[in-house]
């Protein structure tokens, strides 16, 4: 949120729109080229190489379709950062801010439902049995896009500036209250299930027993790919909703130097980014959390590209 102030103009950090424009132009540029791109790829794995569906997957294809949909709006935001003006109407501005929330939220429950989902496959893979039916999840999927849906819907109702967009014009408190409800429900708590899952996961690889050799290199690569899953999703979502709380809560407090007020803000600038680059890792997140996808994956390349040898023979 951190830009939906309304008081930024009363900072003096006169070079942020500046700042913001050196940084999200050539950011969203790269991540609607990457995301685009890997999310179209990956639902075309999803939809047409898995010729059964698994829970697993249902929620990936969620999770793709949702990151699909908000990298179609970047280009928006392009125009806009570049503009330095908004020329547009006033509900693409809202909806766009509503989009980034949307997908951003929806993303951080689809990562912890695939993270609720590998605990009860490994942890409780006989009495959980009956939440990991693909019924099961494909409803919990639609309670999820509904839930989101729903909670944001405040984000329709904000008032941007005149010829500004991402800028509004409500009260800090309004603003401030919007920010500690989603990041108790939207943040906070999925974060807490999220890492509870994996660790107890990665405590229930190191007891179990492994006889073989192969069991046991298996079970140290699942190990490894836990813990990349893991640093994907603390690197992006922490950082930037502890920066964003830090700069309302500034905002608030008038006492403030200007300068620190002036780094939090670009310091936000950064690490909406790396929010927003979400789309272009989720694939990545695919391939380490999920080995149908990695060997749907591999199949695929090895397919694409096993005529080249024979057809640069041929020229």
Wanted: charged share 15%; aromatic share 16%; with cysteine.
């Amino acid at each position: 949120m951190n830009n939906t102030s309304n008081v930024e103009n009363n900072s003096s950090c006169e070079s942020i729109y500046n700042f913001k424009a050196s940084i999200y132009v050539p950011s969203y540029i790269i991540i609607f080229i990457f995301g685009f791109t890997e999310n179209l790829f990956c639902l075309y794995v999803f939809l047409k190489l898995y010729k059964k569906k698994t829970a697993f997957s249902i929620v990936m294809v969620n999770l793709a379709i949702s990151d699909l949909l908000f990298v179609c709006t970047l280009p928006w935001r392009v125009h806009y950062y570049s503009e330095n003006i908004w020329k547009h109407s006033h509900s693409l501005c809202i909806f766009l801010t509503y989009a980034l929330y949307l997908n951003m939220y929806c993303s951080i429950y689809f990562l912890t439902l695939i993270s609720i989902l590998r605990y009860f496959a490994i942890v409780h893979p006989i009495t959980c049995l009956k939440f990991r039916s693909v019924k099961c999840v494909q409803i919990i999927c639609i309670a999820i896009w509904m839930f989101v849906g729903i909670a944001a819907i405040p984000f329709l109702s904000l008032e941007n500036k005149k010829k500004r967009c991402f800028e509004f014009n409500d009260s800090t408190a309004v603003i401030f209250t919007m920010n500690l409800f989603s990041l108790v429900l939207g943040f906070i708590i999925p974060f807490f299930i999220f890492n509870t899952c994996y660790i107890l996961v990665i405590k229930t690889l190191l007891t179990s027993e492994a006889n073989h050799h192969n069991q046991k290199s298996s079970r140290s690569k699942a190990i490894v790919r836990i813990i990349v899953v893991m640093v994907i999703f603390i690197t992006g979502f922490p950082v930037y909703h502890v920066l964003r709380t830090v700069y309302l809560a500034e905002i608030q407090n008038k006492s403030n130097p200007v300068q620190v007020s002036c780094f939090v803000q670009k310091s936000a600038v950064v690490t909406l980014c790396q929010v927003v680059m979400n789309p272009c890792l989720d694939p990545v997140f695919y391939y380490f959390a999920a080995e149908s996808f990695r060997d749907k994956l591999r199949s695929t390349v090895k397919n694409t590209f096993k005529g080249c040898p024979a057809l640069m023979h041929q020229n």
